[in-house]
């Protein structure tokens, strides 16, 4: 819901000792006088750091107000109590969502002063209503704002900024047709993004919206295309360019793309643009922009908007702001106080694994969360050979995945990623180059092989799915030693992890099926079934008549599945390994099973076991077994589980195979074989290198060498 449709109502000017102080800084040969006030200045901007530094995703400096009717006297008296603030802001708090049909009647294309033919291209596309962000950022823009777009992925930001610049530039034609119809005529509206990919797509976005009557001319800057179609296009005249800054400044250094003319310049992802070598190719494209402008003369050239768009605000985006946008910029806000900065609809999941395990485990993955395979997935590795190596992945090669990395020529690149768009295959494994902004419609699974090293760069990442009401799954994959960076996730995105295991046998074995089922339901001709009817018959025959058993053969051959699969860790996704939970009505802790494992499962030796946790309510504890030492019924839960041959049994612990991980300590509890019920030496729930509940050195729970004396706390022993 808009709670401003005229945000150009709350704009406020610039006090008068704002302007001075202003001044101020930016001389440093005036008088003491001029100096104690850039003193006072400076001062006050590290109060400000010292602020902002407390809370990393706060908003810029932005001294505005939500830019409603019943906002306004709320904003006059901000106003009085901070007169030190140096000017006013518009701020339009937008909601994704429409919660009544009046609403949502408030979007309609037909509200909104656009040109025919911008409403024919529309409508031809199926588009009736408008998102929020872009029915927010209409009028400000038409008006002549700056403006700053605060909104997550996925949520119409292309269309929010292309539709009024166009029909800005189509009204300045109409009024102005001999300038802006004239051969070699300079660019109006330069947009720039970090990725080619992304540029490529806006590119296509905006020649959509325009069509082909409208006489505009655009043209896509980017690395790995040729340059003399573009140096032509330049001497013919061009009116929209879209590209990437490296490419950009080529141009501008060669003299070829002159910039006076510009009516707007747009920053998309602005918040990416802090990777190595993007802030600074950014920054040197909006000097130059002023350079040039500057040299014209305000009589030569029309007043210049500048456009921020940024899901987040990291320091360098701020500074922007500051340095080149005008104080009464108007910002459009989507995501504003609310901690979760990824859309809703997304199912975060986080699976504990080494590398060569997530590599084995992938295919499986993308059957349980992709749909059954049926669905797109996107993995993000961290480097290029990760990318390759997962391509050669024989589970991943039969859903016809593709590479995509700064190694593989742009064509290709362009060529693999309309393919994904198209469905022709189901996965792409991409380093960075695609993380942000690229359109892909339906994708229902993104995989991060490791934990990304920033949050801005996982509510990107996992961007890709959730959108458009669909839901989607984000699965991240971590070691023991990246839990931190989970953690540093869930705090700084209010992401809630859902911790599981490896997809198991069962798990797995339905997904497939279940794809097969869709498959088969939504893509399958009649037609071609009286070819397969000969076959069908000798197969019943084969299973002498059971239908139920033939055509569940013919669909585990479907999906290449031959031979049952080898159990797999919940804990640590290891093959080979079950993970067993033990459970009781009271604190216990690994010295307990430990024990009980010698003194009553001899066969469970001390290298059968590894992993060992405890549950977050200190009543459980996880392990994994080898495989071959653990016997137990898949299908009957309430089957009694064989550990070496023998059926566990003890009256105040119970035993079974969890089908998905309890919450735990974050950090695995260290414990000496042979703790439990007062055996040995340095007592302990925890378990030590004997000792256990009330018994040895140190009593009471915990005890030991280092686990705090008599009676001290819990998890005693030599090493705790």
Not at 492 to 517: D, I, W, Y
Not at 600 to 618: E, K, L, M, S, V
């Given at each position: 819901?808009?709670?401003?449709?005229?945000?150009?109502?709350?704009?406020?000017?610039?006090?008068?000792?704002?302007?001075?102080?202003?001044?101020?800084?930016?001389?440093?040969?005036?008088?003491?006088?001029?100096?104690?006030?850039?003193?006072?200045?400076?001062?006050?901007?590290?109060?400000?750091?010292?602020?902002?530094?407390?809370?990393?995703?706060?908003?810029?400096e932005a001294d505005g107000e939500t830019a409603s009717a019943d906002a306004l006297p709320k904003a006059e008296k901000a106003e009085k109590a901070?007169?030190?603030?140096?000017?006013?802001?518009?701020?339009?708090?937008?909601?994704?969502?429409?919660?009544?049909?009046?609403?949502?009647?408030?979007?309609?294309?037909?509200?909104?002063?656009?040109?025919?033919?911008?409403?024919?291209?529309?409508?031809?596309?199926?588009?009736?209503?408008?998102?929020?962000?872009?029915?927010?950022?209409?009028?400000?823009?038409?008006?002549?704002?700056?403006?700053?777009?605060?909104?997550?992925?996925?949520?119409?930001?292309?269309?929010?900024?292309?539709?009024?610049?166009?029909?800005?530039?189509?009204?300045?034609?109409?009024?102005?047709?001999?300038?802006?119809?004239?051969?070699?005529?300079?660019?109006?509206?330069?947009?720039?993004?970090?990725?080619?990919?992304?540029?490529?797509?806006?590119?296509?976005?905006?020649?959509?919206?325009?069509?082909?009557?409208?006489?505009?001319?655009?043209?896509?800057?980017?690395?790995?295309?040729?340059?003399?179609?573009?140096?032509?296009?330049?001497?013919?005249?061009?009116?929209?360019?879209?590209?990437?800054?490296?490419?950009?400044?080529?141009?501008?250094?060669?003299?070829?793309?002159?910039?006076?003319?510009?009516?707007?310049?747009?920053?998309?992802?602005?918040?990416?643009?802090?990777?190595?070598?993007?802030?600074?190719?950014?920054?040197?494209?909006?000097?130059?922009?002023?350079?040039?402008?500057?040299?014209?003369?305000?009589?030569?050239?029309?007043?210049?908007?500048?456009?921020?768009?940024?899901?987040?605000?990291?320091?360098?985006?701020?500074?922007?702001?500051?340095?080149?946008?005008?104080?009464?910029?108007v910002t459009v806000d989507l995501i504003g106080n609310d901690r979760h900065k990824t859309s809703a609809l997304i199912d975060h999941v986080s699976?504990?694994?080494?590398?060569?395990?997530?590599?084995?485990?992938?295919?499986?993955?993308?059957?349980?969360?992709?749909?059954?395979?049926?669905?797109?997935?996107?993995?993000?590795?961290?480097?290029?050979?990760?990318?390759?190596?997962?391509?050669?992945?024989?589970?991943?090669?039969?859903?016809?995945?593709?590479?995509?990395?700064?190694?593989?020529?742009?064509?290709?690149?362009?060529?693999?990623?309309?393919?994904?768009?198209?469905?022709?295959?189901?996965?792409?494994?991409?380093?960075?180059?695609?993380?942000?902004?690229?359109?892909?419609?339906?994708?229902?699974?993104?995989?991060?092989?490791?934990?990304?090293?920033?949050?801005?760069?996982?509510?990107?990442?996992?961007?890709?799915?959730?959108?458009?009401?669909?839901?989607?799954?984000?699965?991240?994959?971590?070691?023991?030693?990246?839990?931190?960076?989970?953690?540093?996730?869930?705090?700084?995105?209010?992401?809630?992890?859902?911790?599981?295991?490896?997809?198991?046998?069962?798990?797995?074995?339905?997904?497939?099926?279940?794809?097969?089922?869709?498959?088969?339901?939504?893509?399958?001709?009649?037609?071609?079934?009286?070819?397969?009817?000969?076959?069908?018959?000798?197969?019943?025959?084969?299973?002498?008549?059971d239908a139920e058993k033939a055509l569940a053969a013919a669909i585990a051959f479907g999906t290449n599945t031959l031979a049952p699969l080898p159990?797999?860790?919940?804990?640590?996704?290891?093959?080979?390994?079950?993970?067993?939970?033990?459970?009781?009505?009271?604190?216990?802790?690994?010295?307990?099973?430990?024990?009980?494992?010698?003194?009553?499962?001899?066969?469970?030796?001390?290298?059968?076991?590894?992993?060992?946790?405890?549950?977050?309510?200190?009543?459980?504890?996880?392990?994994?077994?080898?495989?071959?030492?653990?016997?137990?019924?898949?299908?009957?839960?309430?089957?009694?589980?064989?550990?070496?041959?023998?059926?566990?049994?003890?009256?105040?612990?119970?035993?079974?195979?969890?089908?998905?991980?309890?919450?735990?300590?974050?950090?695995?509890?260290?414990?000496?074989?042979?703790?439990?019920?007062?055996?040995?030496?340095?007592?302990?729930?925890?378990?030590?290198?004997?000792?256990?509940?009330?018994?040895?050195?140190?009593?009471?729970?915990?005890?030991?060498?280092?686990?705090?004396?008599?009676?001290?706390?819990?998890?005693?022993?030599?090493?705790?």
């Amino acid at each position: 819901m808009l709670k401003a449709e005229k945000p150009e109502a709350a704009d406020l000017k610039v006090s008068k000792k704002g302007k001075s102080e202003k001044k101020s800084k930016s001389d440093k040969s005036e008088k003491k006088s001029k100096k104690d006030k850039s003193e006072k200045s400076e001062k006050k901007e590290k109060k400000d750091k010292k602020r902002k530094a407390t809370d990393s995703d706060a908003e810029p400096e932005a001294d505005g107000e939500t830019a409603s009717a019943d906002a306004l006297p709320k904003a006059e008296k901000a106003e009085k109590a901070a007169p030190a603030k140096k000017s006013k802001q518009a701020v339009i708090q937008v909601s994704e969502t429409q919660e009544t049909q009046a609403e949502a009647d408030k979007l309609l294309i037909s509200n909104f002063a656009l040109d025919p033919m911008i409403v024919s291209n529309l409508r031809a596309r199926g588009i009736e209503r408008l998102f929020p962000i872009q029915g927010a950022t209409f009028d400000p823009i038409v008006s002549g704002k700056d403006l700053l777009g605060r909104a997550r992925t996925g949520t119409g930001k292309t269309l929010a900024f292309a539709l009024p610049m166009i029909q800005r530039l189509l009204q300045r034609r109409a009024d102005l047709p001999g300038q802006y119809r004239a051969r070699g005529r300079m660019p109006s509206i330069l947009v720039m993004t970090p990725t080619r990919e992304l540029a490529s797509q806006i590119h296509r976005e905006i020649d959509t919206l325009i069509g082909t009557n409208a006489g505009l001319v655009t043209l896509c800057l980017v690395g790995g295309t040729a340059y003399d179609g573009q140096r032509s296009a330049f001497r013919s005249g061009v009116d929209i360019v879209v590209g990437t800054p490296g490419r950009i400044i080529d141009h501008i250094e060669q003299s070829t793309f002159k910039l006076a003319q510009l009516l707007f310049v747009c920053l998309d992802e602005a918040d990416q643009m802090l990777d190595i070598g993007f802030a600074e190719n950014m920054e040197k494209v909006l000097q130059c922009v002023k350079q040039q402008k500057d040299l014209a003369g305000p009589d030569q050239c029309p007043a210049l908007q500048t456009l921020l768009f940024s899901a987040t605000l990291p320091d360098w985006v701020t500074k922007t702001i500051k340095t080149y946008m005008r104080p009464d910029m108007v910002t459009v806000d989507l995501i504003g106080n609310d901690r979760h900065k990824t859309s809703a609809l997304i199912d975060h999941v986080s699976i504990r694994s080494s590398w060569q395990n997530r590599v084995s485990i992938l295919g499986d993955i993308v059957f349980m969360y992709g749909q059954g395979g049926t669905g797109r997935t996107i993995i993000f590795v961290e480097t290029k050979a990760e990318a390759n190596e997962l391509g050669l992945n024989e589970k991943l090669q039969t859903l016809g995945a593709q590479v995509l990395h700064g190694d593989i020529v742009q064509k290709q690149r362009e060529t693999a990623i309309q393919g994904f768009r198209e469905g022709k295959f189901k996965v792409l494994i991409a380093t960075n180059v695609c993380a942000r902004g690229v359109d892909i419609p339906e994708v229902d699974l993104v995989v991060n092989c490791d934990p990304p090293s920033d949050v801005e760069t996982y509510i990107h990442r996992s961007g890709r799915t959730g959108r458009a009401g669909r839901k989607g799954a984000c699965v991240t994959f971590y070691k023991p030693n990246q839990e931190y960076s989970l953690t540093n996730i869930t705090r700084r995105a209010g992401v809630k992890f859902r911790n599981t295991g490896a997809p198991q046998p069962m798990e797995v074995l339905a997904a497939k099926a279940q794809g097969v089922l869709t498959a088969v339901q939504d893509e399958l001709d009649a037609a071609v079934l009286p070819y397969f009817t000969p076959v069908a018959k000798q197969l019943l025959a084969h299973y002498d008549g059971d239908a139920e058993k033939a055509l569940a053969a013919a669909i585990a051959f479907g999906t290449n599945t031959l031979a049952p699969l080898p159990t797999r860790s919940l804990l640590s996704s290891n093959e080979g390994y079950v993970t067993l939970l033990f459970k009781a009505d009271r604190h216990i802790g690994i010295g307990l099973i430990r024990s009980l494992f010698q003194n009553q499962y001899p066969g469970i030796t001390y290298d059968d076991t590894i992993g060992w946790r405890t549950t977050a309510d200190d009543c459980g504890v996880l392990v994994d077994v080898k495989q071959h030492k653990v016997k137990y019924d898949m299908h009957d839960p309430e089957a009694p589980i064989l550990l070496a041959g023998k059926p566990f049994h003890d009256p105040s612990v119970t035993a079974s195979v969890p089908s998905s991980l309890p919450e735990m300590h974050e950090t695995p509890q260290r414990a000496g074989f042979g703790g439990g019920r007062g055996y040995g030496r340095g007592g302990a729930s925890g378990g030590g290198f004997g000792g256990g509940r009330g018994g040895g050195r140190g009593g009471g729970r915990g005890g030991g060498f280092r686990g705090g004396g008599r009676g001290g706390g819990r998890g005693g022993g030599f090493r705790r």
